[in-house]
């Protein structure tokens, strides 16, 4: 059973646009919620994170948006660029607990 | 500093053959993991190390796989008469603790033909 469901597996943008990746999660104990991006040949890195008592947190071009009701997550890039061509993961983990479950990736293509 | 190093980088093999992967944490991390990443899919958990134990073994595939970690730092996950469906990324991470932010390494790419 997949706990944290992403969407779109993958995304083309024009540079310039809004680049939005979405995830969902089942389990009500998830209480922190990172965001990783990944360039090709290289590991996964924490982009930004979210915990549950606020409902958005921005980082330069970077916003997750959540929606604790909905048990939604999102990503948000603005003013997307061609550097930020690369796999994003959501990923989700509650308190206690130091293996985040991870979402299957969304491949994010920004046209120059 | 330095940051999670894995060797080898890529490495082709043949079915029914052992290998050996290696991880080399950040100086001073006491977490360490390990993960498996197949095409379209995401980050699969395999083991956890806090400091030399691995209480958390849940995550090995099969009795086939085994980790170690000596001298709380590096690590070698090692697959035993390995089969094609083994064929994946093999990513390490550490952090300062648990609950810490991990750090990934790039990876080891596994073929098994």
């Known amino acids: 059973q997949q706990q944290v469901k992403q969407s779109p597996q993958s995304l083309i943008v024009q540079k310039g646009g809004i680049s939005i990746i979405n995830c969902a999660y089942e389990?009500?104990?998830?209480?922190?919620f990172p965001w990783y991006q990944q360039f090709p040949g290289k590991g996964p890195a924490l982009l930004i994170a979210?915990?549950?008592?606020?409902s958005e947190k921005k980082e330069g071009r970077f916003t997750i948006s959540f929606n604790k009701s909905a048990k939604q997550f999102s990503l948000h890039i603005m003013d997307s660029q061609p550097g930020d061509s690369a796999t994003y993961f959501c990923a989700a983990s509650e308190g206690g607990s130091y293996i985040p479950t991870f979402g299957r990736g969304t491949s994010l293509i920004v046209h120059p | 500093g330095a940051g999670v190093s894995q060797s080898p980088s890529n490495k082709v093999t043949e079915k029914g053959k052992d290998v050996e992967l290696r991880c080399d944490p950040i100086s001073g991390h006491t977490a360490l993991y390990w993960y498996r990443q197949s095409l379209g899919q995401g980050l699969e958990f395999l083991i956890y190390f806090q400091g030399n134990s691995a209480p958390d073994k849940s995550g090995l595939p099969s009795d086939r796989f085994s980790a170690e970690r000596t001298g709380g730092s590096v690590s070698t996950l090692k697959i035993q008469r390995t089969q094609q469906e083994d064929s994946a990324v093999y990513l390490c991470?550490?952090?300062?603790?648990?609950?810490?932010?991990?750090?990934f390494g790039p990876g080891t790419r596994l073929l098994v033909l």
């Open positions: 991470a550490s952090s300062p603790g648990l609950l810490g932010t991990q750090y």
């Open positions: 389990n009500t104990a998830f209480d922190y």
């Open positions: 979210i915990r549950p008592d606020v």
